[in-house]
C-alpha cells in the first residue's frame, strides 16, 4: 500500500490542494458572476480530490496534462495561484501574457503541457511527450487527465492504442463525473464503466472511487510504478460528481436537484476532513491553519491579479512564429 | 553534381538531418521495413531502425498529435501521412494544437515538426487520395507551408524545415517523385519563404508552384513558339509568401497568370492575387488569371481526371486571353 508510506506532512499537504482547489473555486464562480473574471470558468466543486490526489504523486521531472475542471493538476505541478488568478482575470502576468488561457496553460519547463479546448485533443498530445520521455531513456511519466465526455472522441481511442503499443509511460485519468455537459452517462457509452475499455488495448483499468482522495492515491501509486519500470500506460477512473453546471452560467436545470444534492453527501473535503481526525492524522487547529494558509493565498493571489495590469494591443501579433 | 529523383532527394534530406542532429526522427505508416506508400523512406528502416523510423497504426490523429507532443519535449519529429487527403483526420492537432503552440506559450517553447504529405491528381488515384490541400491549411497563422517543385528544392527546402522552429506543412507532390534533376552531394539549403524565377520573360508572369510549375514551363514553352516570352516564378513557400519576388516580376512583365492543381475558389491563387494587386496595381496591363481544378471532386478515370486537371494547353489558353491587348493595344 502506497498510501501507507504517507507522512503527517504529506496529509497536510493534500488537504491543502485540496482546500485550495474548493476555495478556489468558490472564488472563480462568485467573482465570474460578478463580472470580475474573463474566463468563463467550469467548476471542479465536488471533484477535487481526483486531480488532488493524482497530481500530489508526480515528480518534477513529469509531466501532467490537465482538463478543464482538474485545477489540483495545476497547483500540484507548481503553478501559482497568482498566475492562476491573474489568468483568471485576463491580465499580462496570467499565462502567455493573456494569450491563452488559465485553464489551458502550459508550461514545459514546470512539466505542465498546455491542454485543448477541444475535448479529447490534448490525449495524443500526451501521447508524444510520452514518446519523448522515453527516447530521453527517462523514468518520467506523462499523466493526462480528461473526463467521461473524452472517451467517446477517436483521439482516446487512437491515443490508448499508440501508447499502448509503444509502452509508452503515459497514465490516463478519467474523472468520470457521469456527465458530458448536459448528456448523461448512460447516453455516452453502453458499457457500465471506463476502466473496462482498458481491455481493448491491452493495458490494465481500474475504477476507484474519485470523491476519496487516498483511494485516488493509491490507484494512481500504482498506475505510475508500473509506469516507470517500463511496463507501459494504465487507465484510471475515479468516480465523481459534478455539483453545478457545466459553466458557471449553466443553471444546471436539466438535472433532478435532489439527485445533485445527494452528490453533495458525498463530498470529498469532508470525506478527507472525518479520516484526518478520526484516525488522529491532523487535529482540529491544524486544518484549521491549513485552510486559513489557503485563504491567505488566495486573498493574495487577488490583489496580485487585480493590481496586474491587462495585456496592451502591441503584443496581439507576437510569437505566432519562431 | 549527381541527378536524383525528388523521391531520393527527400529521403537524403531526411537521412543527413537524422545524422546531423539526434533529435530528428520519423513516424508515419508503414514508414518501416514498407518503406513509405510512395517508397520515400525505403532503407532507412535498414540503417537507422525502431527507434528512428517509427512504424504506427492507422491513427493520423495520435500520429500527429504525438509529433506536437514530441516537439513540445524538444525533438524534432518528421511525420508522414501516406496521401494528403488523410491530413482530415489529423486537422485537429494540425490547427488546434501544431499551429497555436507557439503563440499559447507567447514564444517560450520549443516547436520543431514537419508533417510531410504527398498529394495531387493525375495517377487515377480517385477522390479520396489525389485532392490538393494547401489551401485547406492556409487560414491558419502559426503554419508554415512548404511545397517543392524539383529535386534539388525538395532536399534544400526539407532541410530548412527540419530545423526551423515551427510546425511546417511539406507538401509533395506524387507526380514529382521520379522527377530527376541535379542535386549537390554536401550539405545544403535553400531558404523557406523565397520564391525563384526559373524561367525569366518579359511578356506576362505564370506563378506556380509544385507539379504545376513543371506544367508552367511546358506551357510557357509553348507560348514562346508564338512569340509570347513568358516568365516563370515558382513561389515554393506559399506561407510565409514571398510577394516581394512576386511582385517585382509582375512590375516587369505588367502581366500575370497563377496556376496551381487545387479548385480556383478559395485557392492559393486569390489570395496570391489580391496581394499582388495592393503592390503592382499601377503596373497590371490586364486582370491577373487564375488557373486550377474543376470544381468538382476529383475523378477517377483517366479521360475525367485529365479533364479536371489544368495542363499547359490550358494555362496557355488563359496567358494569350491575358496578354491580348483588351483596348486595341497600348
New interface residues.
Partial sequence: MYVEKLQKKDYEELYYYLYLTRYADEIFCKYYKQGKLQENHHSSQGEEAVAVGSGILLRDDDYVVPSLRSRGHFWTKGITVREMMAGMYGKVTG???G??TSH?????ARGV??G???IG?????????????Q??GQDSV?LVSFGDGSTSR??FH??M??AA??KLPVIFVCENNFIAMGNSFKKEMAVDNVAIRASAYGMPGVTADGNDVLAVYEATAEAIARARKGDGPSLLEFTTHRWSGHGVKDPDTYRDRDEVEGYKKDCPLVNFNKHLIEKGILTVEEIAAVEQKVISVVDDAIEYAEQSELPTAD?VS????? | MAEISVRQAIREAMREEMLRDEKV?LIGESIGPYGGCFKVTEGLWAEFGD?KI?D??L?E???????????????K?IVELMFADFVTIGM??LV??AAK???????????SMVLRMPQGAGATMGPHHSQSVESWIMNI??I?IVLPSNAYDAKGLLKSAVR???PIVFIEHKLLYNDKGEVPTGDYTVPLGKAKVVREGTDVTIIAYSYMVKIALQAAEMLAQEGINAEVVDVRTIRPLDIDTLADSVKKTEKAVIVHEAPVFGGAAGEIAAALQEKVFDYLDAPIGRIGAAETPVPYSQPLEHAYLPNAKTIAAKVREIVTPRWGGK
Fill in positions: 499565462p502567455a501574457k494569450k491563452n489551458h496553460m502550459g508550461d514545459m503541457v498546455c485543448s479546448g477541444i485533443g490534448a490525449l495524443p498530445v500526451a501521447v508524444g511527450v510520452g514518446l519523448g520521455i527516447k530521453r506523462c477517436g483521439d487512437e491515443a492504442n499508440l503499443v509503444w503584443i507576437t510569437n505566432v512564429y519562431a | 526522427f527507434e517509427m504506427t497504426p491513427s490523429s495520435a500520429i500527429v498529435g504525438c509529433g506536437v507532443g514530441a516537439a513540445m519535449m524538444g525533438f519529429p485537429d492537432q488546434n494544437n503552440m507557439k503563440y499559447l506559450h507567447d514564444g517560450d517553447i520549443d516547436f497563422p502559426g508554415k526551423d522552429n515551427n
